[in-house]
């Protein structure tokens, strides 16, 4: 069945330096959303990307969706000790529910 | 605006044991309901999914099993716990053309 990947599983910077979490799907998605759960919190949704090729940004965070539909990207710009959290990828498996990727933790040095 | 609820937050069960984790929604009709468990430093696994009432979806065979006897409301259950039970149970709901899932805040299940 269809398996989403993350990488990587750890990532560990200092205090406002860049971080980046890629996402790669064995088969071709219709959409890729991203979340990111706090330690010790819950998955909260961040974005939906649909357009191959689509680059979307919220404030230190941009997105990209590749032109294959098959990965996609999160970057964060100048990381904060407010980053620290797993951020995980997911995409819908035809009409079922998502399936989400292991998530890359992230952990801010401050 | 649209709520989940999800409890308890915490739980403690022993080995053998039954178990009921309810999850309601508020503020909206007829969501696509999800049960997910995410072990220690884990991914998220899906479990279950709902489309309407009465109407379950079971992705992984196992000891657990799901009901949804309200269009807002989703209940998790086993009637025997296992060791391997032990994790974070999230709820989740959506609405086809909104975007992304909202998750409840958890249930984290030790069984001992």
């Known amino acids: 069945g269809q398996q989403v990947m993350q990488i990587p599983q750890y990532q560990h910077v200092q205090e406002g330096e860049d971080f980046t979490t890629y996402c790669n799907s064995s088969?071709?998605?219709?959409?890729i959303q991203w979340y990111k759960q706090r330690p010790g919190g819950h998955p909260v949704f961040l974005i939906q990307?649909?357009?191959?090729?689509e680059v979307k940004k919220q404030k230190r965070l941009t997105f990209q969706f590749g032109e294959a539909k098959k990965n996609s990207s999160l970057h964060i710009t100048a990381t904060q000790t407010t980053d620290v959290g797993t951020y995980f990828c997911?995409?819908?498996?035809?009409?079922?529910?998502?399936?989400f990727g292991k998530g890359t933790r992230l952990s801010v040095i401050a | 605006s649209q709520t989940i609820h999800q409890w308890p937050a915490t739980l403690v069960q022993p080995v053998g044991s039954p178990l009921s984790l309810e999850c309601t929604v508020e503020?909206?009709?007829?969501?696509?309901l999800y049960w997910y468990r995410q072990a220690a430093g884990r991914g998220l696994q899906l479990l279950f999914y709902?489309?309407?009432?009465?109407?379950i979806s079971s992705e992984v065979p196992q000891n657990l099993s799901a009901s949804r006897p309200q269009d807002r409301q989703f209940i998790l259950s086993s009637k025997k716990l296992l060791l391997s039970d032990s994790g974070f149970y999230l709820c989740?709901?959506?609405?086809?053309?909104?975007?992304?899932?909202?998750f409840g805040s958890g249930t984290r299940l030790t069984v001992v």
């Open positions: 989740a709901w959506s609405t086809t053309g909104l975007y992304g899932y909202t």
């Open positions: 088969t071709t998605l219709s959409n």
């Open positions: 990307l649909v357009k191959s090729g």
């Open positions: 997911a995409g819908p498996r035809g009409n079922t529910p998502l399936v």
């Open positions: 503020g909206t009709s007829n969501p696509n």
């Open positions: 709902s489309v309407g009432i009465g109407q």
